[in-house]
């Protein structure tokens, strides 16, 4: 199965020299930043996105919102590392080298890539984990998604992938974050619940402020697990 894109007149290797064309175009330190924004940043920044939803989370909405919602949060980066597993084998079938293997001229920005191609593992991390934001909270999942989106292009930039090992992978993370969400949080809502219920845990599911506004009328029990909690939410 290897080669899906060897042939110069084939688009996905036409854009991916059109992209990486970019960064021979680039001052070198502009590479640096994308070197690093493609290899780190954009893990970085849907790390401090998913901190942020949590936040808003436990800030907001009911008690039952706010057990979905970290529920769904905790199935975000477990989601990311069962697509990762799935990638092995497909890496495995597939044996599609690296573009600088096969194609010269490319602008190389890290060196050293010497596993398969197809899917990207990057694309495939980074979408996963967008997605399980985005099912926790509509608005820091969009813009979670716009991340690892841009962690795709960035992989092109470099000169490290096709364009399609990263539609692979965007499409891989989507798929398992989204088709193993009902199964994830049925097992993981009774978890958040019952860190809810623990003295020391509950300040990790709501804010002392949030359950203030509403002492006495909830309970903590065990609330239906959904795609999402609060009014900004995919369940909205």
């Known amino acids: 199965m290897?080669?899906?894109?060897s042939d110069g007149s084939n688009p996905d290797v036409s854009l991916l020299y059109d992209i990486n064309g970019?960064?021979?175009?680039a001052p070198p330190w502009f590479d640096r930043v994308m070197e690093f924004v493609g290899e780190y940043g954009v893990m970085l920044g849907l790390v401090l996105v998913g901190l942020g939803c949590w936040w808003s989370i436990r800030r907001r909405g009911s008690l039952a919102d706010a057990v979905?919602?970290?529920a769904a949060l905790i199935w975000a980066p477990l989601a990311a590392?069962?697509?990762l597993l799935v990638n092995i084998p497909i890496r495995g079938f597939v044996e599609r080298p690296r573009p600088f293997k096969d194609h010269q001229g490319l602008e190389v920005l890290v060196a050293g890539k010497t596993d398969f191609s197809f899917v990207s593992d990057h694309a495939t991390l980074a979408m996963a984990l967008a997605v399980g934001i985005f099912v926790a909270h509509r608005r820091f999942g969009l813009a979670a998604i716009g991340l690892a989106l841009f962690?795709?292009?960035?992989?092109?930039?470099m000169g490290v992938h096709y364009p399609t090992d990263v539609v692979g992978g965007l499409a891989l993370g989507t798929a398992v974050a989204l088709l193993l969400a009902p199964p994830a949080l049925a097992l993981l809502t009774p978890v958040a619940s019952a860190v809810a219920r623990s003295p020391r845990g509950a300040v990790l599911v709501r804010s002392r402020r949030a359950a203030e506004r509403r002492p006495m009328?909830?309970?903590?029990?065990m609330p239906e697990p959904r795609l999402g909690s609060g009014?900004?939410?995919l369940a909205a």
Not at 22 to 25: L, R, W
Not at 151 to 157: D, I, L
């Open 2 to 5: 290897a080669g899906l894109a």
């Open 22 to 25: 970019m960064a021979k175009a």
């Open 68 to 70: 979905s919602g970290l």
């Open 81 to 83: 590392g069962v697509a």
């Open 151 to 157: 962690e795709g292009f960035c992989r092109v930039y």
């Open 217 to 221: 009328a909830e309970t903590v029990g």
């Open 231 to 233: 009014e900004n939410d």
